[in-house]
């Protein structure tokens, strides 16, 4: 909390005015996002965090900010997708035999804004972000996309993925060109680590408005207007008509 306060104080107009604009992008895409059904549309939010940061800014990051070599910074980096190698069909295996898909989707959305906090708050090694992010990473794609498929009409799946996958590169696209802008803005270079931290605190914001979406899904999920999604599904459920 002392790291926070001094950067709330110290922070320049720029990294103040970056900061609030960040806060109302996060709002109005946490509020948007949570108002579309398909689970994958909560995808929108998560890759628009996890994709500009992981394969634009880690690297740069992890050099000028951690002090790593390019190596180093390159072998923290590929842990996040290392690690998804092996724990995402453990994950997938795990929704299939004992349902709760919304609770493991906030539970993996969750490590999202964590790793943020950590990397960027605590002097801990970046190894201890890299195991985050990539329990995370194992985690949401093992559930999100198999959950829409529970939910939209098979004869919609086409188009409702066509949609959410349009729908993230634009999160794609906005978010790369604008945590670009904030770092350039806040003059981040190895020359000045501090520069990228307005970039940080908006990757953290937009995880906890897509952390927000998700608890909602859950919250939905739990109730009488759930679509299943904490059901366990091990095998296929019969057809109206066929049982």
């Given at each position: 909390m002392s790291t926070l306060a001094f950067f709330v104080a110290h922070m320049s107009a720029a990294d103040f005015f970056g900061l609030v604009i960040?806060?109302?992008?996060?709002?109005?895409?946490?509020?948007?996002?949570a108002l579309v059904k398909p689970p994958g549309a909560r995808w929108v939010l998560y890759a628009a965090v996890f994709f500009p940061f992981r394969q634009t800014y880690a690297i740069e990051y992890l050099?000028?900010?951690?002090?790593?070599?390019?190596?180093?910074?390159?072998?923290?980096?590929?842990?996040?997708?290392?690690?998804?190698?092996?724990?995402?069909?453990l994950f997938g295996l795990l929704a299939d035999?004992?349902?709760?898909?919304?609770?493991?989707?906030?539970?993996g959305t969750l490590l999202l804004p964590i790793t943020f906090i950590v990397l960027s708050l605590t002097n801990l090694t970046p190894w201890v972000s890299t195991v985050l992010m990539g329990v995370s990473?194992?985690?949401?794609?093992?559930?999100?996309?198999?959950a829409t498929t529970l939910i939209v009409e098979p004869r919609r799946l086409g188009t409702a993925l066509g949609v959410i996958t349009l729908l993230q590169n634009v999160g794609l696209w906005g978010s790369n060109r604008f945590a670009g802008w904030l770092a350039d803005k806040a003059g981040a270079g190895p020359a000045n680590p501090a520069g990228y931290t307005t970039m940080i605190w908006f990757f953290c914001l937009l995880s906890l408005a897509a952390l927000t979406s998700v608890v909602l899904l859950w919250q939905r999920e739990s109730g009488p207007k759930g679509h299943g999604l904490e059901v366990a599904r091990a095998s296929p459920a019969p057809r109206p008509g066929t049982a």
């Amino acid at each position: 909390m002392s790291t926070l306060a001094f950067f709330v104080a110290h922070m320049s107009a720029a990294d103040f005015f970056g900061l609030v604009i960040s806060a109302v992008i996060s709002v109005m895409a946490g509020y948007a996002i949570a108002l579309v059904k398909p689970p994958g549309a909560r995808w929108v939010l998560y890759a628009a965090v996890f994709f500009p940061f992981r394969q634009t800014y880690a690297i740069e990051y992890l050099q000028h900010v951690k002090g790593l070599t390019l190596q180093e910074a390159g072998n923290v980096n590929s842990g996040v997708f290392a690690a998804a190698v092996f724990a995402t069909p453990l994950f997938g295996l795990l929704a299939d035999r004992f349902g709760h898909r919304a609770m493991m989707l906030t539970l993996g959305t969750l490590l999202l804004p964590i790793t943020f906090i950590v990397l960027s708050l605590t002097n801990l090694t970046p190894w201890v972000s890299t195991v985050l992010m990539g329990v995370s990473f194992s985690l949401v794609p093992a559930i999100i996309w198999p959950a829409t498929t529970l939910i939209v009409e098979p004869r919609r799946l086409g188009t409702a993925l066509g949609v959410i996958t349009l729908l993230q590169n634009v999160g794609l696209w906005g978010s790369n060109r604008f945590a670009g802008w904030l770092a350039d803005k806040a003059g981040a270079g190895p020359a000045n680590p501090a520069g990228y931290t307005t970039m940080i605190w908006f990757f953290c914001l937009l995880s906890l408005a897509a952390l927000t979406s998700v608890v909602l899904l859950w919250q939905r999920e739990s109730g009488p207007k759930g679509h299943g999604l904490e059901v366990a599904r091990a095998s296929p459920a019969p057809r109206p008509g066929t049982a």
